[in-house]
């Protein structure tokens, strides 16, 4: 039976996450922004909160409470402070998720205790390909055997790309179906172009050109036994399922907020019929969203098939999002439209949710 209360833990893990959202990233999210570069200190101090480190295995420095429920919870009160900083502080799960479960012995002993070191480590997941009609689970993007080792060949794009993170994971089609290969960034043949997007400017993300990349046949993650790449990617939708309920929820009450202070005729706009219609049709999209993403992790945590509820939760919340935060962008009115207010910044940032696959993972 699934519980919608969240445990003693779990409670305690949000009060936590969102006072340092509210305290240390919302301040600065727009600064950041407009400089188009992330605060590394906001990353060290989130870091020492164990957001990640607290799934990662005990063997290797982490608590071993991977848990796609409260990771989930820890997404949506980030993205709420700051998308861009929100993925900045998640991306070592990007490494530490697949690694954990599905690395070998020698994968995990190799790269998870950085992860899991005092110093914040990035992660890297290359999925996403710059083509139309591109499906995760039939890439281009390919790995050819070829003696003791594979071949990279293609393109990727989204790829978060935080400077000091390596290697990184890739996505790719090999004669024996998706592999996801441990990629150095240094490697030969390896090309990284920044992207220039229209939201998360404080991130940098880039498209990666791979021209014969080589890598030692030791560099599958799984060994012989591979990893699910299915299971990937719904925990990757889910995970962006709850990232924009947290951009909605930021996008919903600053616009609920300004709505009760701003008046015309000398009455809040919030006691007109039309405004206050939407910001209530805005918490009910909302709401119905994240019970969506919280089925879809509470079946992760299962073990269960979630394939199709992470669909579901991604959709839903990807479309929530662009609706809300354009229904903030109108409550503003003109303001809505200027850099001096939120609800723009929100809506730049929620259009990308229709492009990502797995820019986070819980």
């Not at 909605?248 to 809040?268: I, L, M, N, Q, W």
């Not at 669909?311 to 229904?327: E, I, N, P, S, T």
């Amino acid at each position: 039976m699934i519980d919608f209360q969240p445990d003693e833990d779990q409670a305690l893990i949000i009060e936590t996450v969102r006072q340092f959202a509210e305290n240390e990233i919302r301040p600065i999210s727009r600064k950041a922004d407009e400089a188009g570069a992330l605060d590394t200190d906001v990353l060290a101090r989130a870091h020492e909160l164990g957001l990640v480190t607290n799934s990662l295995p005990e063997s290797v420095g982490g608590g071993g409470e991977l848990s796609a429920v409260t990771q989930a919870l820890i997404t949506e009160e980030l993205a709420w402070g700051d998308l861009s900083h929100a993925v900045a502080i998640l991306s070592p799960a990007l490494l530490g998720i697949p690694l954990t479960l599905y690395g070998t012995p020698e994968q995990q002993a190799q790269v998870l205790p950085q992860l899991a070191d005092s110093t914040f480590q990035p992660g890297s997941l290359a999925i996403v390909e710059p083509r139309f009609d591109f499906d995760p689970l039939t890439p281009r993007v390919t790995a050819k055997r070829d003696g003791d080792g594979f071949v990279i060949d293609g393109r990727k794009c989204f790829v978060p790309w935080i400077d000091g993170a390596s290697p990184l994971l890739v996505v790719a089609a090999s004669e024996a179906g998706l592999i996801l290969l441990l990629v150095p960034r240094g490697s030969d043949g390896l090309r990284a172009e920044p992207e220039k997007n229209m939201g998360l400017l404080a991130l940098p993300t880039v498209e990666l050109h791979f021209e014969s990349v080589r890598v030692p046949a030791a560099n599958a993650v799984g060994g012989e036994a591979g990893a699910d790449v299915q299971q990937l990617v719904n925990r990757g939708r889910v995970a962006q399922a709850a990232a924009a309920v947290g951009v909605a929820r930021a996008s919903f009450e600053v616009a609920r907020d300004y709505a009760k202070e701003r008046e015309t005729f000398g009455v809040p706009i919030a006691m007109q019929q039309s405004i206050a219609f939407k910001i209530a049709d805005m918490l009910t999209e909302i709401d119905g969203a994240r019970l969506l993403a919280w089925e879809a992790a509470w079946l992760l945590d299962q073990g269960r098939d979630a394939t199709r509820e992470a669909v579901l939760a991604h959709r839903k919340a990807q479309q929530v999002v662009l609706d809300v935060a354009d229904g903030a962008v109108q409550v503003y009115g003109g303001h809505g439209y200027t850099r001096e207010y939120l609800p723009e910044m929100h809506l730049r940032n929620g259009r990308g949710f229709s492009s990502f696959e797995a820019l986070c993972l819980v």
